[in-house]
Nanobody, 127 residues
Framework: QVQLMESGGGSAQPGGSLRLPCAAS????????MGWYRQTPQHARELVAV???????DYGVSVKGRFTISRDNAKNTVYLQMTGLMLEDTGVYFC?????????????????????WGKGTLVTISE
């Protein structure tokens, strides 16, 4: 089992920045992928960014070029650096992960179900 704990949510103005950390605990060595999904008022849950053990990164179309995912292996933590925030980025951001046995390389990351979910952290972008 893996537990995921998000933090860093809050409010920002359009054009601003926020950083979301996610700390993982439990069977960390089993993980193949960690990243972020979000649920916004406009859309169902959508991929924000996912990083695989190999270092391969996939970003959602709406955040590419504005958000950056990174990881600190020593802290078992992934980060989502969000810049150029827009009103449409408002939503609940979920840390997600999938183990090596769960991950299917033939399935596009944007469509791949995630095995573990954090409780989510709220991000609000407003004038």
């Amino acid at each position: 089992q893996v537990q995921l704990m998000e933090s860093g949510g809050g409010s920002a103005q359009p054009g601003g920045s926020l950083r979301l950390p996610c700390a993982a605990s439990g069977s960390i060595n089993s993980l193949n992928a960690m990243g972020w999904y979000r649920q916004t008022p406009q859309h169902a849950r959508e991929l924000v960014a996912v990083m695989r053990r190999t270092g391969t990164i996939d970003y959602g179309v709406s955040v590419k070029g504005r958000f950056t995912i990174s990881r600190d292996n020593a802290k078992n933590t992934v980060y989502l650096q969000m810049t150029g925030l827009m009103l449409e980025d408002t939503g609940v951001y979920f840390c997600v992960a999938a183990s090596t046995t769960y991950w299917r390389p033939t399935v596009p990351p944007s469509h791949h179900p995630m095995e573990y979910w954090g409780k989510g952290t709220l991000v609000t972008i407003s004038e």
